[in-house]
């Protein structure tokens, strides 16, 4: 990027029209992952869930909700990314906070709604994370570190408008890095890579084991170094100190910026 055009300031940045509207819609996919990914763990007594059910279901929710809501929302679902995205400076401290906050509504309000909806003998804990099969925390840690880590790096390389080769579609590659995390995470944690995930159940459900913490640190701290990776050592921006302390702060923004970037690119293979 080239940050050559002053950005609005704070107050424009979250008063004005377009940011509002951003704002208000990014609890919308949060809320559908929560509904639908969660609903596929229900415990039905007439069949139990599959590990291949639950992650088809959660990359076929990833997958599109990032084709069909990526234009409307800029596709912010998942703090940990957000966080990634900050520390990469793709976005503001300002907007960081309020996609975090919004996340965590959104996930709360699908929990909330597949808690209604669901019957009490299939509702079961409602797929809240927890550590399964004798998983240290430390082991977890690690474990949600790496499936986070590659989730981020999908990410930024199938979003990234530097690249010149074909990415093909960005949702369906998010998608099958969620399913495949899925696959590997369910024995081991129930698998999270995003702590809004675990969140919004664990909010519902009054059910916060001394283990939570796990699914915020894990998922962050991958995606972290996954933006550290990505955006200063692999395809490093060419911004001065004082530029990328400005896109923190919010007073400069690149010409393009990455949520506009990513609502473009997923609009554009959407047609």
Not at 160 to 174: C, E, K, N, Q, Y
Request: net charge positive; aromatic share 8%.
């Amino acid at each position: 990027h080239s940050l050559t055009s002053p950005r609005p300031p704070i107050k424009k940045e979250v008063c004005s029209v377009p940011s509002q509207g951003r704002f208000c819609r990014v609890p919308g996919p949060p809320s559908s992952l929560s509904f639908f990914g969660l609903g596929s763990a229900l415990k039905w007594p007439s069949a139990l869930p599959s590990i291949l059910q639950i992650a088809l279901a959660f990359g076929l929710a990833i997958g599109t909700l990032a084709q069909a809501l990526g234009p409307v929302s800029g596709g912010h679902i998942n703090p940990a990314i957000t966080l990634a995205l900050l520390v990469g400076n793709q976005i503001s401290l300002l907007r960081a906070v309020f996609y975090v906050a919004a996340q965590l509504v959104g996930a709360i309000a699908g929990a909330g709604i597949l808690y209604g909806l669901a019957p009490l003998n299939a509702r079961g804990n409602l797929a809240v994370n927890a550590l399964n099969n004798n998983t240290t925390p430390g082991q977890a840690v690690v474990v949600e570190l790496i499936l986070t880590f590659q989730l981020a790096l999908c990410i930024f390389s199938s979003t990234d408008s530097r690249r010149t080769s074909p990415v093909g579609s960005p949702a369906l590659s998010i998608g099958l890095s969620v399913t495949l995390g899925h696959l590997v995470g369910i024995y081991f944690t129930g698998c999270s890579m995003n702590p809004a995930r675990s969140f919004g159940p664990a909010v519902v459900m009054k059910r916060f084991s001394p283990s939570h913490w796990v699914f915020w640190v894990g998922p962050i701290v991958g995606a972290i170094l996954a933006a550290i990776l990505y955006f200063y050592l692999l395809f490093p921006t060419s911004l001065s100190l004082s530029e990328r302390v400005a896109v923190v702060k919010g007073s400069y923004e690149p010409e393009e910026d990455w949520e506009e970037h990513r609502e473009k690119t997923l609009e554009l293979t959407s047609r």
